[in-house]
């Protein structure tokens, strides 16, 4: 029998096969998947949270048992919603972006931030979570001029100025922005991070097979199946309907960037994917799948793999064990790191 296999289609969306019917829209694709094992049921539920469908799944012996961490877990990704969420006025991260410091912060925007600086380092610099001005600026031009025109030069050096994630000072409990104006986006990592503590939530009751998929960020735990595990099938970000690559994926994490995502202007030639050194948006490749130990990790390596050449984007996973990528440019054509390869099912090789 086939593996359970998701299939990531036009923003990133996937369906997660099981043996139940999706109760998602139709852009989700599912193909045929594996029976669950009998001695487990097999649930899934599907609610919209951060801005997507996030459905998830658990297989379990007990069907309340698996219920009750489901609930759970959804309840846990309200409450990081309520933290990390910049465009609601009444969250940690708006009042920091508001003021410039914030003194007792919620330790899990901390921890976030952390890890967002570190794979700034990791990325050299190409992941930034200071580019809020930048964004900003991006968006504000969008909606004055449909067509997409870009900023002047002068209006980038400008922000760029306010653009340094090292300046922001970590300390224990406070979190300081040092440029007046400067402002954070945790959106490349925020989402990842909530999707990994669902599935910390559902391990800890005890739901150790289960996945998790919130708009294309996806976190799978064992398959129900320990000898087969879940399978994603990575879309063609231009020809809908095709996929270059399908990869297994068990106790890891999948993510996917895209300049399709969302677009800003008529013609996307600004898009919400930036550059924090020069200010444009980059458009070497169309998508970059990044698989990683957790979904914070695959979300942000993503988005800063995006940002750079091909060449340097292979050279930058390839320096990172246990991480592996996927780069499909608009016309088609794919570069995969060697840890992506290693992880591909037969029939996509």
């Known amino acids: 029998m086939s593996d359970a296999i998701l299939t990531r289609r036009a923003f990133l969306r996937l369906g997660a096969l099981t043996g139940l019917s999706l109760s998602l829209p139709p852009l989700l694709a599912p193909e045929p998947a594996q029976a669950a094992a009998p001695e487990r049921l097999r649930l899934e539920r599907t609610r919209f949270l951060m801005g997507t469908f996030v459905t998830m799944i658990a297989a379990h012996p007990s069907q309340a048992r698996a219920e009750d961490a489901m609930e759970a877990a959804f309840a846990e990704m309200d409450r990081l919603c309520a933290i990390f969420d910049r465009h609601r006025a009444d969250t940690p991260l ?4 508001r003021h410039g410091a914030l003194r007792d912060a919620p330790p899990e925007l901390s921890a976030v931030l952390a890890q967002a600086l570190r794979m700034r380092e990791a990325t050299s610099g190409a992941f930034d979570p200071s ?12 909606q004055r001029a449909p067509e997409g025109a870009a900023p002047s030069l002068a209006e980038i050096r400008e922000v760029l100025e306010l653009v340094d994630a090292g300046a922001v000072e970590l300390t224990s409990g406070s979190i300081r ?32 097979s289960h996945l998790i998929n919130a ?12 000898a087969r595990p879940w399978a994603v099938a990575v879309e063609d970000p231009q020809l809908l309907g095709r996929y270059p690559s399908r990869i297994l994926l068990r106790n890891g ?24 050194r020069s200010g444009g948006c980059p458009g070497h490749v169309a998508s970059v799948s990044v698989a990683a130990p957790s979904a914070l990790e695959a979300d942000a390596l993503a988005t800063g793999l995006f940002v750079l050449p091909p060449g340097q984007a292979l050279a930058c996973i390839d320096a990172l064990p246990g991480r592996a990528c996927l780069l499909v440019s608009s016309s088609g054509a794919q570069a995969r790191s060697q840890g992506w390869a290693d992880r591909e099912t037969p029939a996509a090789r």
């Open 94 to 97: 708006s009042f920091l972006n």
């Open 131 to 142: 580019v809020l001005p930048l964004v900003a600026l991006l968006q504000s031009r969008a």
């Open 177 to 208: 922005l040092g440029r007046q104006g400067m402002g954070l986006t945790l959106d490349g990592s925020a989402k990842g991070y909530i999707v990994d503590r669902a599935a910390q939530v559902l391990r800890e009751r005890g739901v150790e």
């Open 215 to 226: 708009g294309g960020d996806i976190r799978a735990g064992l398959a129900p199946d320990a």
């Open 253 to 276: 994490a999948v993510a996917t960037s895209g300049s399709y995502e969302a677009p800003l202007g008529k013609h996307g030639r600004l898009h919400h994917i930036v550059d924090p």
